[in-house]
């Protein structure tokens, strides 16, 4: 990309943000910030539970990864989230007006299966569904682009930076 974009790595659980987004970074030459970490110690617990978070549990946690990515504005960067509705997205552009957003997509059976594989994530399967349900895509007025989460993160990162040039020309 030639001019440096702070691009959120957005998706329900399990599409791989959290694993393609510092290798997207490392592709980009830009530091990554993993949104996960951005969370309180509340909203760690509640997920941790099974419980779903509500918008006023997200408030914070957006407003957080906001402000990472206006302090990151013409340096570029890479950030993930789930951003699964467009109202998260917009709070996450009023924080950073320029960023742009990478939607890692894929079918529900896969991305169940790959979170029945990861270790140590605080995230159960059983609130995927509540993910699906909350998901709404990108509009056609906002700027990203969507990626399949097909194929290992080397080859949906590649898919990912083509896809963000192509949206920059």
Not at 40 to 67: Q, V, Y
Not at 146 to 154: L, Q
């Amino acid at each position: 990309m030639s001019t440096p974009h702070v691009v959120v790595v957005m998706g329900v659980a399990g599409t791989g943000k959290t694993t393609v987004g510092p290798l997207l970074a490392e592709a980009l030459g830009v530091p990554y910030a993993e949104g996960d970490d951005f969370h309180p110690p509340a909203n760690i617990a509640k997920m941790s539970a099974g419980t779903p978070l509500e918008d006023a549990d997200r408030w914070p946690w957006l407003d957080a990864i906001g402000a990472w990515a206006h302090g990151r504005a013409a340096l570029g960067g890479v950030a993930s989230s789930s951003a699964l509705k467009r109202v998260y997205r917009d709070r996450l552009r009023a924080g950073a007006p320029g960023i742009v957003f990478l939607h890692l997509t894929g079918d529900r059976s896969l991305v169940e299966k790959r979170m029945g594989e990861r270790k140590g994530h605080f995230m159960p399967t059983a609130l995927l569904d509540s993910q699906f349900a909350t998901l709404e895509d990108l509009g056609a007025d906002e700027a990203g682009v969507a990626v399949d989460v097909s194929g290992t993160p080397e080859e949906i990162t590649e898919r990912a930076v083509a896809a963000l040039r192509r949206l920059e020309s």
